[in-house]
């Protein structure tokens, strides 16, 4: 190799470094009043496991373990897009949410794993949630008393319907009170959400 391809090489090496460098510039510092709340919203949810409905109290004599209150556990995936409006990549804090089958409002999630969003790209992020029948009872019948009332239906025939119809999308799942924190050089914005399935 000449001296001359040597010196040519070298420069263009820092030329690609300088234009590198340059465009890595070109991107603005977060700021309160640059940054963009990032969209969260909800692309689908998915029955991830289901074992039916059943129920049965501690008057029941278990074939093995101790006696209780239990209920048919359901177990649902909700699937968000995250998209990130910014010139700059941002990092989701965390992310809750409320989930109401029909009406009524069963269950709070909440992700706390951190995930960086690249400037202008969207990511997904799925949150399990774990529906355990002898709890949704008990929140049916705390806040949805007055409700079931008014549609003439006991708790257990609800409950039975949800968790027997649910893989058919026989009715609406709702994302309620949704919010996302994300933070950018310390810079934080909160997004707030909301969504239904099937839509």
Same mark, same amino acid.
């Given at each position: 190799?000449?001296?001359?391809?040597?010196?040519?090489?070298?420069?263009?090496?820092?030329?690609?470094?300088?234009?590198?460098?340059?465009?890595?510039?070109?991107?603005?510092?977060?700021?309160?009043?640059?940054?963009?709340?990032?969209?969260?919203?909800?692309?689908?949810?998915?029955?991830?496991?289901?074992?039916?409905?059943?129920?049965?109290?501690?008057?029941?004599?278990?074939?093995?373990?101790?006696?209780?209150?239990?209920?048919?556990?359901?177990?649902?995936?909700?699937?968000?897009?995250?998209?990130?409006?910014?010139?700059?990549?941002?990092?989701?804090?965390?992310?809750?949410?409320?989930?109401?089958?029909?009406?009524?409002?069963?269950?709070?999630?909440?992700?706390?794993?951190?995930?960086?969003?690249?400037?202008?790209?969207?990511?997904?992020?799925?949150?399990?949630?774990?529906?355990?029948?002898?709890?949704?009872?008990?929140?049916?019948?705390?806040? *949805?008393? +007055? /409700?079931?009332?008014? #549609?003439?239906?006991? @708790?257990?025939?609800?409950? $039975?319907?949800?968790?027997? %119809?649910?893989?058919? *999308?026989? +009715? /609406?799942?709702?994302? #309620?009170?949704?919010? @996302?924190?994300?933070?950018? $050089?310390?810079?934080?914005? %909160?997004?707030?959400?909301?969504?239904?399935?099937?839509?």
């Amino acid at each position: 190799m000449t001296k001359g391809n040597c010196v040519w090489k070298i420069a263009l090496v820092l030329a690609i470094a300088g234009m590198i460098t340059g465009c890595a510039g070109l991107a603005p510092k977060p700021t309160d009043q640059n940054f963009k709340a990032p969209v969260v919203t909800l692309d689908s949810m998915e029955v991830a496991h289901c074992w039916g409905w059943w129920y049965y109290s501690s008057k029941v004599e278990p074939t093995k373990g101790t006696k209780g209150d239990y209920g048919a556990p359901l177990d649902l995936a909700f699937i968000f897009n995250i998209e990130n409006p910014n010139p700059f990549p941002v990092m989701l804090e965390s992310l809750k949410f409320t989930v109401a089958f029909e009406e009524f409002d069963l269950n709070t999630l909440s992700a706390m794993e951190t995930q960086w969003i690249p400037p202008g790209k969207t990511n997904q992020l799925r949150v399990h949630g774990m529906f355990d029948g002898r709890q949704s009872l008990m929140s049916l019948m705390v806040t *949805g008393g +007055f /409700k079931l009332k008014e #549609k003439g239906i006991d @708790a257990f025939t609800q409950l $039975e319907k949800w968790w027997t %119809t649910i893989s058919d *999308g026989a +009715f /609406k799942v709702y994302v #309620k009170e949704g919010a @996302a924190v994300f933070n950018a $050089e310390n810079v934080v914005k %909160t997004t707030t959400f909301k969504g239904n399935y099937p839509k």
